[in-house]
């Protein structure tokens, strides 16, 4: 069974850090590529970053382009997402997710976790 397991959100200043982390587990993590989607309140979800099974290509949305980074470890089953000049509308569940193959469409999420960006 896929599980994916986000941790690392919480409540910040803006411009401050966070680090979230995404627990993979019951898939070859090392074999796909991953991605973060938001879903701020009150809106759709939102695509932010994606990387490659590697980890030596990444996509960013232009929202957070120069603020987020993305990253994986593969040795872990980790996926990480470093977020930087954090401001009000970056506040959102954040969600790894799984694509069925290549960088087809989402087959599992984890569960969320939550950022506020407030002061």
């Known amino acids: 069974e896929v599980q994916l397991v986000e941790s690392g959100g919480g409540l910040v200043q803006p411009g401050g850090s966070l680090r979230l982390s995404c627990a993979a587990s019951g898939f070859t993590f090392s074999s796909y590529a991953m991605s973060w989607v938001r879903q701020a309140p009150g809106k759709g979800l939102e695509w932010v970053s994606a990387i490659n099974s590697g980890g030596g290509s990444t996509s960013y949305a232009d929202s957070v382009k120069g603020r987020f980074t993305i990253s994986r470890d593969n040795a872990k089953n980790t996926l990480y997402l470093q977020m930087n000049s954090l401001k009000p509308e970056d506040t959102a569940v954040y969600y790894c997710?799984?694509?069925?193959?290549?960088?087809?469409?989402?087959?599992?999420w984890g569960q969320g976790t939550q950022v506020t960006v407030s002061s």
């Open positions: 997710a799984k694509p069925s193959r290549g960088w087809g469409p989402f087959d599992s």
